[in-house]
C-alpha cells in the first residue's frame, strides 16, 4: 500500500523540516507593517492563497466586502465572531490583500501592537492611527477627546473606498481602562464611545467597511473587568454590526489539508480510505453513530488523517480557552506529519502522535499540565515503560507495529478536553490504533495487559484514559518494590506444601546441610533453590560426615532459572494485593478494591500453576550423573500434586518400576551366573546410583513368584556354597527373602528331575536308605523283621509348637515341604509378639501374599 506522502505531498518546509512554529501564528500587523519576521506565507498575497482554502463563509465574506467597497450595499460592519483561534486573525489577512485588489485604501489596527504608556501622553489612540495611516500625520485627530461624527465622515468620504480592519481590541482595552482621561472618564470609555461613532459613520459612507473581531473567549483576559470589555463593545457594535463566522466545523480539515499539503491525489487516497472503510466494517469498528457512507466522506475530506484526528483536536483539545484552534491544529499536525513521513504508513491517526518528539510533546503540555510529562515518560516513552512492555508483550508477527506505544499514544490524545468529555473507548480505541497489518482483536488485548503496566491509565468501565492519579496498578508496584526476602520464600514454602502429599515420595524443601535429609529407603524429593551439581551431589553421597548408603532414593528437583524472576515477582505482587486488601489507608474505591478481591483470587488459583512452571526439572541419579526430567507446561486447572505428578512421571518414564518381568530379572542377575542372591537385588536398588528401582519391595517380589511359577528360574538356598533348588514351576511360599537365592533354571530343572526320580523310586521300594541298603534289607548285625512287623514305627499326626531364632525361617521350608508331601492336611498357626508390623504391611505382605497362594486366613 503507498505511503501517504506519496499521495497527499507535504509543502517543503514541511517535508524538510524547515518550518517553525510561528510560520501558524497569524499576524495582521507584521503582514500590514511587511516586517522581515512575518512569514512569507502571510505576508506574500500569491502565498498566502496557494495556502489557504477559502471556506464557504470566507468567500461570501470576501465577496461582500468587495460589493462594499464599490458602493453597491450590503453590510458596513462586520463583527468575526468564533473561538480562540477559529482563524479571524486569517480572514483579516485575507480581506487586507484583496483590498489591495480592490485598489481600497486600508487601515489596520492590531490592539496588541499599538504603543501604551502609563498616561494618557503616551498612548496611540485609535483616531490617531486613523488618521496617521489615512494621511500620514496625526493633525486633527490629536489628543485624547476623539473626533466627532462630522469630522470622521469627512475623513473617510476622502478616502474611500476605505477597508477598517481592527483585530484584538481587548487587551487594548483592558490598559485603556487604566489610564484616567480627565473628568472621570478613562481612556478606554473614550475608546467605546469612539467606536460606537466609527460604526455610526461607517454605515453612512457607500463605500466604506469596518471588519472587526471582538475574541469572545479570549485566554488573555478570564478576569471580570476583561469579560465586561468583549460584552460592552459587543454592545455598542451590536446596533449596527453583523456577525460572521469565518470557518465551519465541517471545513477544518480543507483548511488544513491546504495548509499542509501541497497535492493531493483523491485517486490514490481512495485506495487507502476503501481499504480502510473495509477493514473496519468487517472488524465492526465504524463509529455507532455515523453511517459507513458518511464516514467515507469525513475520511475523504481529512485525508491522510483519519477523521478523528480533526475531531479529537479541534474540538476536545480546542475547547480549551487558551487553544487556538486552527493554529493550534495547525502547529501540531505540522509536527507530526514531518515526523511520520518516514514511517511507511498510508495514513495518520492519533496513535502515530510521537509523543517522543520533545516540540510535540511540549506543544500539548502547554495544556494538559507540566505534570504530565513525566507521566508521559513513565507510562509511554521511556524503554522501560507501561507502553514498551506493551510492545514486548503481544504476539511476535506484531512486534513490530509497536501496538503499545500506538494504543498508548491515541489514549493520551483521547484523555483531555476543555469540557467533560473525556477517555476513549474500546472501540475507538481498536479503530484508531490498530493498523490493516493486524487483527484489531490484538488491541483488546493490549487494553486488558496495561492495566497491568500502567501507572496512570485509569479504567472507568466505558473509557480509558491518562489521569495525574496513581492507579491501582502503581499502588502495587510501590508495595512490591518494599516487600522483604522473607515473606517471599515463607509463601513459597506455605504454597509448596498445600501441593504436597507426601506419600510416595517424601519432600524435604531447600535442606541447608545435608543431615537435613534422612538416609532412608524411602523415596525423596529434595527440593533445591537452585541447580549446583556439587551440592546436590554432596548430598547424595553423604549424610553429615558419614556417607549415605542409600543414595538411589533421592529426586533433586531444580527451580528453571527463566523462571525465578517471574515467580519471585508473582509472589511480591500476591503479597501487595493481600496488604492492600487489608489496609484501610490507601482509601480505595469501590471498584479498585473489587478488583484488588478479584485479583488475589486469580492469583491464588494460579499459585500452584506458577510454582509447577518454576520447578519443573526433576534430576534423576545415574552412574554418569543425572538425567534431567522436563515436567514440561502445566494442564490448566489440573489439581495433581506435584508429588504424585512427579512419582507417576517416574513410573512411566520407567524410572521406578512397578512391574518388572521375570526375563529382566534372568538375563540382567543370571547372564553367565548359576546364581545370584536376592536381597542384594532390592540393596542395590537402594544404594547405587543409577541402578533399577522398584516401587515397593513387593515389585520384586512378585516378579520373583512369576518368574519361579513359570519355570524362568527358580529360587533355593546355598548349602555347602552348592545352590539348592527349592521352587520351581511351583507356588513360591516365602515371605522374606533371608538367604534365598535365585538359580538358573537348567540347574533346578535337572535337581527336581532328580527329586522326581528318587520320590518313584521309593514309592517302588528301591530307594536307598542312610544306611545305603534297599528299603527292607537287614541291616548287618540287626535281625530282619519278623513278617507283619513295619520297618520303622509311623506318626499319623504330627503337632509341633516352637520359637523361630531370627534368619531361621528359610531352614523351615524343607521341613514344611515333608510335612505336606506325608499329609493331606497342613494346619499352620503364626503367632508373632514382642514387635510391631503396620497395618498396611500386614495386609499387603502378609495376607496378599497367603491369599496369592491361595491360602484362606
Known sequence: MARFETIAVPHDDISKGRFTMDVYAANLWEVFNQTKSCPVEYKDSKEFFNKTYLTVEMHNLLAAVEQRMQGKGTDPVIQLQTPFGGGKTHTLIALYHKATEWKANTVVIVGEDINTGSDISKFDTLWGLLEKQLTGKIKDFNGPIPPGGEQLKRLLEEYSPILILLDELIPYLNKADAVDAGNKKTLCSLTLTFLQSLTNVISSVPNACLVFTTTPSNPYDRTERGLRLVKDLQTITGRKDTAKSPVQDDEVSHIIRARLFKKIDKKEADKVINEFIDYIEKSSLLPPDIPPTEYRKKFQASYPFLPEVIDVLYQRWGSFSEFQRTRGVLRLLALVVHSAKEKGIPYISLADFDLSIQDLRRELIKFTGAQFESIIVKDITSPESGANKLNRKVPESCRSLKLGSRTASAIFMYSFTGGIERGITLNEAKRVATTMDNLASVISDVLEESKNCMFY?????????????????????????????????????????????????????????????????????????????????????????????????????????????????????????????????????????????????????????????????????????????????????????????????????????????????????????????????????????????????????????????????????????????????????????????????????????????????????????????????????????????????????????????????????????????????????????????????????????????????
Do not use: W
Not at 534430576?619 to 512427579?646: A, N, Q
Not at 499352620?828 to 497362594?853: F, N, P, Y
Open 457 to 857: 491509565l485509569k479504567h472507568t468501565g466505558t473509557q480509558y484514559l491518562f489521569t495525574t492519579e496513581p492507579t491501582l496498578y502503581s499502588i502495587v508496584n510501590v508495595k512490591m518494590d518494599n516487600i522483604k526476602p522473607a515473606p517471599v520464600e515463607e509463601l513459597q514454602r506455605k504454597i509448596f506444601n498445600e501441593n504436597i502429599n507426601n506419600n510416595r515420595l517424601r519432600d524435604y524443601y531447600h535442606p541447608k546441610v545435608n543431615n537435613d535429609v534422612p538416609d532412608t529407603t524411602e523415596f525423596k524429593l529434595v527440593v533445591f533453590p537452585e541447580r549446583d551439581d556439587n551440592n546436590i551431589n554432596e548430598l547424595i553421597e553423604k549424610k553429615g560426615s558419614s556417607p549415605r548408603v542409600n543414595r538411589n532414593t533421592i529426586f533433586p528437583m531444580i527451580p528453571v532459572d527463566s523462571e525465578k524472576s517471574r515467580f519471585e515477582n508473582i509472589l511480591k505482587k500476591y503479597l501487595a494485593y493481600e496488604e492492600i486488601s487489608k489496609d484501610s489507608t490507601f482509601n480505595l474505591s469501590t471498584q479498585q478494591l473489587s478488583e484488588v478481591l478479584q485479583e488475589l483470587k486469580k492469583m491464588k488459583g494460579n499459585l500452584k500453576d506458577d510454582l509447577r512452571n518454576l520447578y519443573r526439572i526433576v534430576l534423576i541419579p545415574d552412574k554418569s550423573g543425572f538425567k534431567e526430567m522436563d515436567l514440561g507446561i502445566p494442564t490448566y486447572g489440573d489439581t495433581t500434586k506435584l508429588d504424585d505428578e512427579i512419582f507417576s512421571r517416574l513410573k512411566s518414564d520407567g524410572d521406578i518400576l512397578q512391574r518388572i518381568v521375570p526375563v529382566v530379572i534372568k538375563e540382567k542377575y543370571l547372564k553367565d551366573k548359576k546364581f545370584v542372591h536376592i536381597d542384594p537385588i532390592y540393596t542395590a536398588s537402594l544404594t547405587t546410583r543409577g541402578e533399577t528401582r522398584f516401587e515397593t519391595k513387593d515389585v520384586l517380589l512378585s516378579c520373583i513368584h512369576e518368574g519361579v511359577k513359570n519355570g524362568v528360574f527358580g529360587v533355593g538356598v546355598l548349602e555347602e556354597d552348592k545352590p539348592i533348588c527349592k521352587f520351581f514351576k511351583e507356588p513360591l511360599s516365602i515371605l522374606e527373602y533371608g538367604d534365598y537365592i535365585i538359580i538358573e533354571a537348567s540347574i533346578c530343572k535337572e535337581q527336581k528331575q532328580k527329586e522326581r526320580q528318587e520320590l518313584e523310586n521309593k514309592e517302588q521300594g528301591k530307594l536307598p536308605d542312610s544306611t545305603g541298603l534297599e528299603i527292607g534289607e537287614p541291616v548287618p548285625g540287626k535281625a530282619k523283621p519278623q513278617d507283619g512287623q513295619f520297618a520303622t514305627p509311623t506318626m499319623k499326626e504330627v503337632k509341633l509348637h516352637f520359637y523361630v531364632p531370627h534368619g531361621k525361617t528359610s531352614s523351615l521350608v524343607g521341613m514344611l515341604n515333608l510335612l505336606q508331601r506325608n499329609f493331606q492336611k497342613l494346619d499352620i498357626t503364626i503367632h508373632a509378639t514382642q514387635g510391631e508390623i503396620s497395618e498396611q504391611d500386614h495386609e499387603d505382605k502378609i495376607k496378599e501374599t497367603l491369599r496369592q497362594m491361595g491360602i484362606d486366613v
